[in-house]
């Protein structure tokens, strides 16, 4: 048996962004003891007093804000962007006896375009930029089924990852030798991927799979200081983000997730699910004619979830843990990887739950980041702190509405 699929997409996004920064400095006259509040709660060590909100709010009322409007900061934030997207596939799925072949393409092509504004010393710049690029993604999946509960599964795949509008920013800052900017040149992560894997199913609701998985990579992309580089040759600083140019990425994923429906009430609303990835990664960058390997950047080698929960027709709830692995933050430059910033790993702990209260409307709680969980860079060893922020746990209380 055979069964041919076609169809397209458009897509078309505008992101505009107009900022209004005012900046208050300059307050040598002021007591510092009138804007203390208690000790922070700071998890690497005594930080000392903490800043008053409330002082803070009642000092700035009291000024005319058209003193301390920032024009540069404001200018350099605004910007328009545009993304168009035209895309089509064709896809063949052809059964023989156990086996099941799926052979398609992918087409997009797409157009982008910024304008902002840049300030050089002082001095204000209009700056634009487009950009038009293609891409064809073949793709080939392959199902072999061993036995009506277990099948193996084989693809080799070829996919594409714009930058985001963040990184595509067209504003800059320089002043002197020193430089902070987007990139709206940046080419679209490009990659080809090949995986091979096997699926057990296990009774009524139940499965466990494992799957090896190699990504051929180019144009990864990574934030990094340019100064010394290209144009920015005399730089002492240039901070901005760029292209890759190749990366690997392999390793192997393991899934597995019951219901225990079976059981005698109340466990026959038991669930359990745990994954977990364990994966390596090598990526290369080039610049002032050296060249050096580093990891993929924003990438954790071990990513973990643990899940129980419980649920019926009425009501249910999940309780899981989400763990992953330090990581690249940051590239420093080519001939610098000793001052490279890594995000240290993080355990999550979130519970959610949730309560029909008729068939149509759902009470929902979720609680996150139950543990605390801090966000710490540090400088090419854990003891040198770069950044270190603390968030709290997150509650959400809702009501969902569904009516088809």
Known sequence: ?????????LSRRDKSNDSEIWVYDDFDDLTLADFQA??????????GPGISASGIEGLIGGFDAGEFYDEEQSRINDFRM???IDAAYVMNTLDLDRWRFIVGMRYEGTDFSAKGTGVRDGVFETISSSRRY???LPGL????QLSPDTQLRAAWTNSVVRPTFGQLAPGFVIEGDEAEFGNPNLKPLESVNYDLGIEHYMGR???????LFYKDIDNFIYNTDLAGTGQWAGYSEALSYENGSSASLYGIELAYSQKFDWLPAPWNGLLLGANATFSRSDADIEGQGAKRGIDLPNHSDTVGNLMVGWENDRFNMRLAANYKSEYLAEVSSVDDGDHDLYADEQLFVDFK???????NLQLTFEALNLTDEAYFVYTGRQRYNAQYEEYGPTYKLGLTLTHF
Do not use: C, M, N
């Not at 739950?353 to 068939?359: H, L, R, S, V, W």
């Open 205 to 211: 609701a139940g499965a466990v799979s494992a799957f």
């Open 353 to 359: 739950a949730g309560y029909f209260i008729t068939p």
């Open 134 to 136: 293609d891409h064809w």
């Open 141 to 144: 999946h392959a199902r072999y």
């Open 38 to 47: 208690g000790r922070v709660d700071y998890g690497l060590g005594r930080f």
């Open 82 to 84: 545009r993304e168009d």
């Open 1 to 9: 048996a055979a069964q041919l699929k076609f169809g397209g997409k």
